[in-house]
């Protein structure tokens, strides 16, 4: 093998260490404020040191790690700003995305979506799982929309996401009203109500955002209390 032919194989597995840890972050494998050490993933991935440090960099880059003195490598977490500004978008995304689908949603797509809202539902499954049902169904949402440049955009966010610490479903009474907001929603859709559509999703969005800022305050609260104990 010729230098060159070695360098682009340790190219090529640096983007694939790339790929699989990014995803694994996006999958909650790497929480927000959790280590990802280089002799762990090139273990798990059966490669050596040297692309997952170059994967690492990358990640780095791309924001979603972080390096901290005396921790090292840790996975990204959204401050209170960030968090602000992540909703800020979305209710946009979201609003437009739920007034393009009410004008061109297809009717396989709006039963792919009952389908997503129905195993969202509230005592199917525990808060993990009804959020994941939950981004299934906003996904299902951006694809009825039927716009690339939307998607482009949604997907721009889809990093933010996984970096967003717990979930607001593990307060009961939000898991509740989230499914009734979505259950209105997705009734504006099928009577191909743009407008109504699009405020409901927006509406819907600074819910979820307030419901967030709750916890991220509990979850403050709990490390001042734990701060205290040391």
């Not at 743009?194 to 509406?203: M, Q, T, V």
Request: proline share 3%.
């Amino acid at each position: 093998m010729t230098g060159n032919d070695e360098s682009l194989d340790q190219l090529s597995r640096g983007e694939y260490v790339h790929v699989r840890l990014r995803d694994a972050i996006r999958a909650g494998r790497y929480p927000p404020g959790a280590r990802v050490r280089e002799t762990e993933v090139a273990a798990w991935l059966g490669v050596s040191r040297t692309p997952v440090r170059e994967a690492l960099r990358r990640l780095q880059a791309d924001g979603l790690l972080v390096f901290e003195p005396w921790r090292g490598v840790v996975v990204a977490e959204l401050d209170q700003q960030q968090i602000v500004e992540f909703y800020a978008m979305r209710r946009v995304l979201d609003g437009a995305a739920a007034r393009l689908a009410a004008q061109h949603a297809s009717e396989p797509e709006l039963a792919y979506m009952e389908d997503c809202l129905n195993a969202a539902a509230p005592g199917k499954g525990d808060s993990a799982e009804m959020a994941e049902a939950n981004r299934k169904f906003h996904d299902a949402l951006f694809q009825a929309a039927h716009n690339r440049y939307l998607l482009k955009s949604a997907a721009a966010l889809s990093d933010a996401l996984a970096l967003l610490k717990g979930t607001t479903y593990s307060f009961p009474d939000r898991a509740e009203t989230a499914h009734e907001e979505h259950r209105a929603l997705m009734e504006a859709i099928r009577a191909r109500e743009p407008e109504k559509a699009e405020r409901l999703a927006r509406k819907h969005i600074a819910k979820a955002e307030k419901a967030r800022l709750k916890l991220l305050g509990d979850q403050r609260d709990v490390k001042l209390s734990e701060d205290k104990l040391e």
